[in-house]
């Protein structure tokens, strides 16, 4: 990693946090309580992973910060939410995010799914202020973000990862999930960031998508080689879960070995997929081996 | 009430249902359990007062028809979505919605959990894909819909009344929280019908906020009234509840026939608030009398 790749990384990810904390109503804002456990869901944590693909995917059209802040809050929100919902007891009951208690046991769990469902709506509401964008392109870019998080996404993976718990999947139905689950929502950042910049063509589509799916799959590659192999405290959440939990990875399906070997011929996809952009999709690059090569 | 009232209700309950359900992924859909537990939750009940209200507030300005559908759909669906969350076991623990099993009974709770996150996904998409709108009063749509659903809106008051179970609230303290908890998505449904319509000038939207303002507090009397003195098989829900949580009600603060003579008197303010729409509010003149005289 390059020192100006970390420059550039903890310049965003100081900037969300400044940027996601001017747009949360104040804990002081009545109701407090849920204003205070929103700030705690959202706030003080997270490699901020699809903000940052915001803002590199941003990069390639020269895309405007107004509009590049708010796609990427809208984004770090909806992940934020699914994580507190995720870790309630009627899912997979988990103590421990970020480093820190989840959202139930530091609050309760009314709060906790009230928390998840006040963000969601916050997500919409800080895109569909982004007034620096035309509108035709911010309701493509709402529709996309709505999309993306709903049944034919992220949700719909949140409902086939439950199911599966117990199966013996194949990679194919694995990957499926995963694409839903994880890939939806890094798919929508790479689009969005793009699009904050201008309008795509079918060309430009298309090589963001591959550049996506790439992504998506190492990502979730990698999360499973570091949940076998790696301790809770270097993770910020309890490692050897899904092992615990019963439920099919890739390194229960392929082995530890070939998932490394799956997860770097991944990466080189995503560079691959890169190459009618040049220069400007230098962020986007170093993302895609920052998402293989991460320890935590 | 009217004749021509009634077959106006049935004609837009009737085309919500058919339009809603295509609004959704099949029910063969993959993931089927959530694509089917989410057409249980949304479709086949409810007096759809929010899609009445937005046609109503449509007709006011001679809306596009689609627009209407989309906006009316959507707002249906944060309010079916607020309603499986509402009945989890972790808020109000209820197992009798609309005549039937709650979608955590019917199914389970992480079935619900996420048939709710889906739905509210699904609303901003329908509304976000509404092409026959002007792209500025589509995105100002979205924004309000996301405002009325979040913590300064919907998930505001839900909060709030979770915190004020076995409190003693005054009046104005309970006014305060069903004005965001059903009041912001009432007034929503009014000010997105007729944004379907036309751009709204300063006149226009404060007649519509005071109308909206009555009808939504003569929402909530009325729910109390029926509450304390309805039972469960004409209401579709548990009966008694608000007394049995120890919630605070307007009818334990004001006692039975001052919250009678209340809900009159909202009506007869909803109705001065149209004044200046004559005969074009013929729709939410009637809408007004039938959320006040209602048995259910």
Redesign the interface.
Known sequence: MSAAFQDWMKTIQAGMENDMSAYL?AAS???Q???DA?RYALLGGGKRVRPLLVYAAGNLFGADAAALSRAAAALEMIHA??LV?DD?P??DDDALRRGKPTVHIAY????A??V???L???A??VL??ADTL???R??AM??L???A?????M??G???D??SVGLSLTLEQLEQMHQLKTGALLRASVVLGALAGKDLDAAELQALNDYSRAIGLAFQVVDDILDATADSATLGKTAGKDAADNKPTYVSILGLEPSQALAEKLRLEAHAALAPFGDNAQRLRELADLIVQRKA
Chains 1, 2 share one sequence.
Do not use: N, W
């Open positions: 109503p804002a009545l109701p309580k849920l204003h929103m939410y699914s919902h309630m009627c899912m309760d769990e009314a709060t799914l009230l998840g469902d006040a969601q709506a916050q919409f509401a569909a202020e035309p509108p035709a911010q309701v709402l529709r973000l709505a999309q998080a709903g049944s034919a996404g949700c719909g949140q409902a086939i439950l199911a």
